[in-house]
C-alpha cells in the first residue's frame, strides 16, 4: 500500500513538473506592429519637441530599443516583402513599389511558418505585397485572415470605398472615394478587427501581424478624435501641405496610433496573456520630409533630425542613405527581456523571420538572409550561445545599391555614379565620402553587392480584373 501511494504521488509530482514545463515553454503570442513611415526621431522618448508617445515610451522603457536595426528597403512594398520572406533585396520576391506586385506561390512566409507551428494568424492592415487576383494574396500564404488593404496605393486613403478581407470586398459605408473624408474610416476597423483576433485567439498561441497605415497617405481622420481635437487648432507656421490642417492631422495621427498601442497593451493585460506575448513595435522605412519648407529645411515635424544634437540622418525614404533605413524599433516581452535596454545589433527586416521561429520553437527557411536575435532578446545564458552578427547588409532598387559591413556603409545613389564610402561610427550623417582612402574597403564592398544580386522573379497575376483599379473606382 505504502508503496501504491508513493507511485501515484510520484505520478502525480511528474504530471505536474511536466505541464508547468509545458507552460513555461509555450510559444509566445506574437505582435507585431509596424507604422507606415514612422520616423526615428518621432517620438518623445526620442525627445521630438512636438509629439506626445507615452504609450510607445512606455515600451521602450519596459522591452529593448534597437538604434540599429534597419529597414529592409527604403520604400513600402519591398520592404514589407523583406519582413514576410526573410530574403534581403537582392533575393527577396517584390523589389519595386508599383502597388499591386505579389509574391511567388512558392514564396514562404513568417505566417506560414507559425501556422506550420500551431498559430492562429491575421493581418490587420497594409499588405502591399500580391493585390488580390495574385500569387501573392496573404490567405495564399500562412494567413487564417488578413483584413485592409492589399494593393498598397489603396492604402494611402483612409476612407476608400472598401477594404479587403481575404480577398473579397467589404464595403464602407458613406465612402465616396474622397481621400480626406468620408462616414467610415479605414483605420479605426482595422485597428478594431485586430483586437478582436487577439480577444478570439488569446487562450493559444497567435500572430497578429498590423502593418498599419498612419501616419502615411493622405492625412484625414475623425474629426472627434481626441488627437486631432488636440491639435486642430494649432497655428503652425508649415507652408507645404496638401489640404487644409495636412500639419495638424499628421501630428495628431501619430499620437492616435500611440493611443492605439496603449489599447493592445491593455486587452493583453485584461486578457492575462501579457507575460506571454512578445510585442514589436518598428517603423516601415526611412522618414519623410513632409511639410519642408525654407524655415523646416529638415521638414515640419524633422523625422530623421536629432532633436538634442541636432545631427541629421541623410536623405530619407526612397533611398539608401541613413535616412532611408534608419527606423524605430521596439520589442518588449515581461520577464524575459531586460526592460529599458538598449542593443547596439546591427541587423534588418530579413531577421525577423528567424527570430520568430526560434521564438515559437520551430525553424526558418533555409534559404533564409537572416540571423535570429534571441539571443539578444532573451540573453546568450538563456539561448546558449552568443549573438551572431552579419558579415553584411544588402539593399538595390532599380537606381542604387547600398552595402553596410561593421562600420562602413558603401552606396551607389545611381547607376551611372560611382560608388561612395562613408565611416558611420565617424560620420553619421554621412558627409564625408572616405573611399578615395580605403579603395580595398569599397573594393570588398562592391563585391559583396555583385554577389548578393540574383535576377528577380516576379510572382503571378491569376486575375487582372479583381485588383485596385484607383480611388474613384466603384
Excluded at 487576383?133 to 476612407?159: I, L
Excluded at 468620408?182 to 493559444?204: K, S
Excluded at 507575460?275 to 530623421?304: L, R
Amino acid at each position: 500500500m505504502t508503496l501504491r501511494i508513493t507511485f501515484v504521488f510520484l505520478l502525480a509530482l511528474s504530471v505536474s513538473i511536466r505541464a508547468e514545463a509545458a507552460r513555461t515553454t509555450a510559444p509566445p503570442n506574437i505582435i507585431f506592429i509596424m507604422m507606415d513611415e514612422w520616423g526615428y526621431f518621432e517620438s518623445s522618448a526620442m525627445g521630438h519637441p512636438i509629439l506626445d508617445t507615452p504609450n510607445i515610451d512606455q515600451i521602450a522603457k519596459e522591452g529593448m530599443r534597437f538604434p540599429q536595426f534597419l529597414a529592409g528597403a527604403n520604400v513600402c512594398a519591398p520592404t514589407r516583402s523583406t519582413l514576410m520572406t526573410g530574403k534581403h533585396l537582392g533575393h527577396t520576391t517584390v523589389r519595386l513599389n508599383g502597388g499591386g506586385a505579389g509574391l511567388r506561390a512558392e514564396d514562404v512566409t513568417i505566417a506560414e511558418i507559425l501556422k506550420e507551428r500551431g498559430y492562429a494568424t491575421g493581418g490587420f492592415g497594409k499588405w502591399g505585397i500580391g493585390d488580390v487576383g495574385t500569387s501573392g494574396v496573404p490567405e495564399k500564404h500562412g494567413f487564417d485572415t488578413f483584413f485592409g488593404y492589399y494593393h498598397q496605393v489603396h492604402a494611402h486613403s483612409y476612407y476608400p470605398r472598401y477594404l479587403i478581407r481575404n480577398s473579397e470586398k467589404v464595403t464602407l459605408p458613406g465612402n465616396t472615394g474622397d481621400p480626406y473624408i468620408g462616414e467610415t474610416f479605414a483605420h479605426g476597423l482595422i485597428h478594431q478587427e485586430g483586437l478582436q483576433f487577439i480577444r478570439d485567439h488569446h487562450d493559444e498561441p497567435f500572430f497578429a501581424y498590423m502593418p498599419w497605415t498612419p501616419p502615411h497617405g493622405h492625412w484625414g481622420m475623425p474629426k472627434d478624435d481626441p488627437a486631432y481635437i488636440k491639435y486642430k487648432d494649432q497655428e503652425w507656421d508649415a507652408n507645404v501641405q496638401r489640404s487644409e490642417h495636412d500639419v495638424q492631422t499628421y501630428a495628431a495621427m501619430v499620437e492616435m496610433v500611440d493611443r492605439q498601442i496603449g489599447e493592445v497593451m491593455q486587452l493583453l493585460r485584461d486578457l492575462e496573456i501579457d507575460q506571454n506575448t512578445i510585442v514589436f513595435v518598428s517603423g516601415d522605412n526611412g522618414g519623410q520630409e513632409y511639410f519642408q519648407s525654407e524655415k523646416y529645411p529638415h521638414g515640419f515635424f524633422a523625422p530623421n533630425l536629432n532633436p538634442n544634437t541636432g545631427e541629421r540622418f541623410r536623405g530619407g525614404k526612397g533611398n539608401f542613405y541613413e535616412g532611408g533605413l534608419r527606423i524605430p524599433f521596439l520589442v518588449r516581452w515581461p520577464g524575459r527581456i531586460k526592460p529599458n535596454s538598449v542593443s547596439g545589433y546591427l541587423g534588418y527586416f530579413p531577421d525577423i523571420m528567424p527570430t520568430l521561429a526560434e521564438l515559437a520553437g520551430t525553424s526558418p527557411t533555409p534559404d533564409t538572409d537572416g540571423i535570429s536575435i534571441a539571443p539578444t532578446l532573451l540573453g546568450e545564458d538563456a539561448t546558449g550561445r552568443v549573438q551572431e552578427q552579419h558579415p553584411y547588409l544588402y539593399w538595390e532598387d532599380r537606381h542604387s545599391v547600398a552595402v553596410r559591413m561593421g562600420k562602413w556603409k558603401a552606396i551607389q545613389p545611381n547607376a551611372s555614379a560611382p560608388f561612395e564610402l562613408y565611416d558611420l561610427e565617424k560620420d553619421i550623417e554621412e558627409t564625408q565620402d572616405v573611399s578615395s582612402q580605403n579603395p580595398d574597403v569599397l573594393d570588398k564592398m562592391k563585391a559583396l553587392a555583385g554577389s548578393a544580386h540574383e535576377t528577380p522573379v516576379p510572382g503571378s497575376v491569376i486575375d487582372a480584373s479583381l485588383g485596385f483599379k484607383g480611388h474613384h473606382a466603384p
